[in-house]
């Protein structure tokens, strides 16, 4: 523990932890984030912040954000630009620095927002934007769209990130940084500089396994993946053309073995503490790479931001200091049943009140209501629920009325991820005389928040072993919201059967034959709806207060990112 003993007698005020992120969420207001990687980037800066961590965050303006999500007629996905008024919450800095993109110098400014911690700490995210007077119409778009484009934008995008962030950072000051943490591989160009900095010449060939470990001494990678497609890759042409004129024929040789640049393995060699973000993530990353030591620290949430208004008045009353250690809320059972119950229902009616005003759904509050809002894409399987419309149908007629709520993006360039919302969006047309369902249009932090906190049950249904973590579900239980779901990623941590929600599967049979798993799933599924939950729901109240009690004490005080900082500041940041 003698790296949380520093990080309790230590100046906060000197900055020695730089946390790198494609993304980062932390308002809905300022659209900065696709989804769940930097929504954890932002949850982890506010624990950061509350716990008096020297750190500080690194990432992209996105000028023009993520997207706004609309439907056309025929419920085919629109993505409008989120033109946001990014001086309304950003503070603009003076320096600027130049990154090599193509044989041109590309000029990179910064915008600062303090994010505030409990007890006046702040963390400060830089913003790095490409929007400048000096450069060319093509380079001021280079920070315009988090994601977008091909992969020669994206490849622009991860130059200004990584090499771009790490020169920023030095003309703003900060010369004693002590680690460099990549939230993902996007950043990983850091180590390029990073290792550039550290040789006068400019060269890697002199004491190139010294200079190699000082890196790696320096570096802490977090990836978050286990599906292939989710690991960027550039061919070695494409580097040579973006970024040749930086490198040296033997450094671009070093980054691209058989013919491609792999971030993810980039961050991999140039790290030495490198973590998956759950217990199963760390063993999947183990077998996708092997031969590297990669450990696991389990994703949170922040508490106290995912916390409804109605549970916090609560927690306030019987659980001191649960905004300072989340670990207090273990003793959610000294809260009377009734009034978590209560503030549910307050919750609820909001959710309710919100769908029937925008989208005239006749939603009731008093109806079993299941919630599932992720990212739209196949192997989150999204459409499982509506497998089988008609045990649907008479699930909702012989356990109990239903309602349903739905909400995801997919990525613009994910045509399976908006042939599924499509798909979603016909089957509540079909099913809208036998039960109530609502997708509802551009998932956002605002949204997001009020729908983990108003429905009954949270169901999560992804491809096992494709699931990394997963943080919606640990949101819901922080409100007492039972999760149904597949075993996979933290579920298979916070999953206690009847205690704490229900799984969707054989643990014991994980793995072994998708294509039975699959029939299994989807039995679990209806099966556990029609004779354990919704029966329980409706005619065991007491049983039902008992679990959401349970989901807070048990899983509201562990998954958070409070717990999650403290691994980081122990494991990897002051080892």
Request: charged share 25%; proline share 4%; with cysteine.
């Amino acid at each position: 523990m003698e790296g949380i003993q520093r990080l309790r007698t230590m100046d906060k005020s000197e900055i020695k932890i730089a946390y790198f992120s494609m993304e980062i969420g932390f308002d809905g207001d300022i659209p900065t984030y696709s989804g769940g990687l930097g929504i954890l980037a932002g949850d982890t800066l506010r624990s950061c912040a509350d716990l008096e961590v020297p750190i500080c965050g690194v990432t992209l303006v996105s000028n023009k954000g993520y997207f706004i999500q609309q439907f056309d007629k025929d419920f085919n996905q629109i993505e409008a630009p989120n033109n946001w008024k990014i001086g309304d919450f950003l503070e603009p800095l003076k320096a600027t620095v130049t990154v090599p993109i193509s044989g041109r110098t590309v000029t990179v400014k910064a915008w600062k927002y303090d994010l505030p911690g409990i007890t006046g700490h702040k963390v400060p995210i830089f913003f790095l934007d490409t929007d400048c007077e000096e450069n060319s119409e093509e380079d001021r778009k280079i920070t315009y769209y988090l994601y977008g484009g091909d992969r020669r934008y994206r490849l622009f995008q991860e130059v200004v990130l990584g090499i771009g962030g790490y020169k920023m950072l030095k003309k703003l000051g900060f010369y004693d940084i002590e680690k460099f943490h990549m939230n993902e591989g996007h950043s990983a160009l850091l180590t390029v500089e990073l290792r550039k900095d550290l040789v006068s010449d400019s060269s890697w060939d002199i004491f190139e396994a010294e200079v190699t470990t000082k890196v790696q001494n320096r570096c802490v990678f977090t990836t978050h993946t286990p599906v292939p497609a989710g690991h960027d890759k550039f061919s070695k042409d494409l580097v040579n053309e973006v970024i040749g004129s930086y490198l040296t024929k033997h450094e671009l040789d070093l980054l691209c073995p058989d013919g491609e640049m792999n971030m993810t393995l980039l961050a991999l060699n140039n790290s030495k503490y490198i973590n998956g973000v759950a217990k199963k993530h760390g063993e999947v990353s183990r077998e996708m790479f092997p031969g590297y030591k990669i450990e696991s620290i389990t994703n949170g949430v922040h508490s106290s931001f995912w916390c409804s208004d109605a549970l916090a008045v609560l927690f306030d009353k019987y659980l001191k200091d649960w905004r300072k250690d989340p670990f207090t809320i273990r003793n959610a059972f000294s809260i009377p049943p009734q009034e978590i119950l209560e503030a549910h229902t307050e919750n609820k009616k909001k959710l309710i009140t919100y769908i029937n005003e925008k989208y005239d759904s006749g939603m009731e509050a008093g109806v079993f209501t299941l919630g599932f809002a992720r990212r739209i894409t196949a192997y989150k399987r999204p459409f499982m629920f509506f497998e089988d419309m008609e045990r649907l149908k008479k699930i909702s007629e012989k356990s109990g009325k239903i309602q349903v709520v739905f909400a995801g993006k997919a990525h613009p360039n994910d045509t399976d991820g908006k042939r599924i919302i499509r798909d979603i969006k016909l089957s509540i047309t079909k099913l809208s005389p036998f039960m109530k369902l609502v997708f509802l249009d551009n998932y956002n932090i605002n949204l997001a928040k009020t729908i983990v906190a108003g429905v009954d049950i949270w169901l999560n249904n992804p491809q096992p072993p494709k699931e990394a973590s997963g943080t919606s579900g640990m949101k819901a239980s922080i409100n007492g919201i039972p999760n149904l779901s597949v075993l996979d990623g933290w579920w298979l941590e916070g999953h206690v059967e009847n205690v704490t929600g229900w799984s969707i599967g054989d643990r014991e049979a994980l793995y072994q034959n998708i294509e039975v798993e699959q029939k299994t799933e989807l039995n679990d599924l209806y099966g556990k709806l029609e004779k354990i939950i919704i029966p329980t729901y409706y005619n065991k109240k007491e049983d039902w207060m008992r679990i959401m009690q349970n989901c807070i004490a048990f899983n509201g005080s562990f998954f958070n990112t409070h717990r999650m900082v403290y691994q980081y500041v122990a494991s990897a940041y002051f080892d």
